[in-house]
């Protein structure tokens, strides 16, 4: 669930409609006038594309793009009256014709100050090269908790606020369009990668049921999101990037819900109890820094299981495994995706090599469910092929764990190699429906 890093990429060169359900200010209005930060020519964004490999799949950009600061008014998991900030990427120069709107949300981030508000963003610049460069408008929500948000922590992984985020995101851009010269055709699509496939698709099945006439959602990709959180609860291996994602989602659902635990102690072992609670998003430490300063396990090379128990007491996690009326079970099933019927047609897409989300726990359960109810708008598909033809080896994945190829594989997948080939899937799904 880590940011991308994608291939190394160097940037160097380079909003009033009513959502109703809370006090304050109406859900997608606009804190701030919407402030244009740059304009990427096409062939800045060729020259970065070219020199990065991401051109093969992103395409020669057929438009110029806007990077537009937005910071619009939304609501936290209680319903309660807050705002969240983001960036729209519009597409100028060559493309005038009215754009459909791709409502982005972001992977994990553990950066609170970090902004995709920023051209030079490797997140933001994959969204210009593989969608607004080809004539998509996109907005892209930084999340409640995150950059110019005053809400005081992020929910992560919690699905009801995850998707308000991005549905008031898609308002806000609307609100925002006349004013940055952005024509929009009205058809939006949802997408998202890791902890943002988990939130788009809360936004998609949200936003179908309550406010489908006014959203216009035409399509979503959910692309290697974590669907089925409770199953992923019972696994007795731990995931990679663990000390990372379930201490964040543990001491995130106790704000939410305040009954995952009583006493901090119980849960987290000395040191990482006296901190583990207001650690994640950090003011000033990225992913490498939690690890090197020692607010994380990880610095003698742990293994996900090691990690984990360094971080969380034994019976801890046994009762997460073993009993079903464990509080985080209970609240992870609240946030499961599974049991929604799409109305749209919906793209599921992820490497069956994913260390950190891997399908066969997720996307292929999300498939299954859907399939056992008779659902026949979805599609899944896999691109581990793809990443072990351009990433492993001798075109293959490496098998021995001992080996520093199998741990710089296995440590780029889900971060680097994964994120472009599964944006290219959904592009091309988009296309059909735009």
Known sequence: MKPYKFLGLALAALLSACGGGSSGPDRGSLVETPTTLATLTAAQIDASTASSGLQAL???????????ALNYNTVGPAGEATNSSGVMLVPAGACTAAAPL?????GTDVQKPRTLANPQDPETFLLVAMYASQGYAVVATDYLGFAKSNFPYHPYLHADSEASSVIDSIRAARNA???????????VMVTGYSQG???????????????????????????AGPYNLSGSFKLTQA????????????TSWQKVYGNIYTDVNAVFKAPYAGWIENLLPSPTLNYTTLITTGKLPGANGETPNQARDALFQSAFITDVQTNNN??????????????????????????????????????????????????????AVDVDAAIQATYGPGGAAPTDPTTAAYANYY???????EPPFCAAQARAFFDTVK
């Open 58 to 68: 992103s395409h020669k950009a057929l438009c110029d793009v806007k990077v537009v």
């Open 102 to 106: 791709v409502a982005y949300a972001k």
């Open 177 to 187: 369009a006349a004013s940055v010269g952005a024509s929009l055709s009205g058809k």
């Open 197 to 223: 496939g988990h939130s788009a698709m809360a936004a998609m099945r949200n936003g179908e049921r309550d406010e489908g006439a006014e959203l216009n959602i035409v399509a979503g990709a959910g692309l």
């Open 239 to 250: 995931i990679a990037g663990y000390q990372f994602f379930v201490p964040y989602l543990v």
């Open 326 to 379: 464990n509080a985080l079970y209970l609240a992870a099933k609240k946030n499961d995706l599974l049991g929604w019927t799409p109305k749209a047609k919906l793209l599921l897409c992820g490497g069956a090599g994913d260390p950190t989300v891997p399908p066969a726990v997720h996307r292929d359960v999300l498939m299954a469910d859907f399939t056992a109810r008779g659902v026949t708008n979805v599609t």
């Open 411 to 417: 440590g780029n997948y889900h971060g680097t190699y």
